[in-house]
């Protein structure tokens, strides 16, 4: 006998899975300068971090690359690691946006590195921590 298992809405449905994870991620430029100070720059950036998660299966919900930092909104499937899809934004966007201005490489970022080390994770979902607690706490008054 099959079970029936009602669709969650807003969830991602996959085989043997289902999930919602949001994650708000912000990182800085190194040394917090001011790199993407033109609409132009801050764009190809957008563009490049948009290729990135494509490649590697990251949903970006929402997008904005400050002259110093970028924010981003995205999801991904759990068999991904936060650290992993991190390093993987931030490393090949900027590989790639050195590689097409070696003027700012050569000027700004010698190092060969345009991120800081460090950076901001959060989760997010539809529900709060309290609602979910107070429906972990009331499963067995359902039965």
């Known amino acids: 006998m099959r079970r029936h298992i009602d669709k969650i809405e ?15 991620l912000i990182w800085c430029t190194k040394y917090r300068k001011q790199l993407f100070t033109t609409p132009e720059l801050a764009e190809e950036m957008k ?7 494509e490649l590697n299966e990251v949903e970006v919900e929402e997008m904005e690359v400050m002259p110093d930092h970028v924010h981003m909104l995205i999801s991904f499937k759990p068999k991904y690691a936060a650290s992993n899809i991190v390093k993987a934004l931030k490393g090949a ?4 946006f050195l590689a097409s201005h070696p003027d700012i490489k050569a000027n700004e970022f010698w190092g ?20 979910v607690r107070q429906y972990i706490q009331n499963q067995y008054a359902k039965e």
């Open 93 to 96: 966007s900027g590989r790639m």
């Open 47 to 53: 563009n490049l971090l948009y290729y990135v998660a």
């Open 10 to 24: 807003g969830a991602k449905h996959e085989r043997g899975y289902v999930y919602s994870f949001h994650y708000h």
């Open 112 to 131: 060969g590195h345009i991120w800081s080390p460090s950076y901001f994770m959060s989760t997010l979902g539809n529900m709060s921590k309290e609602t």
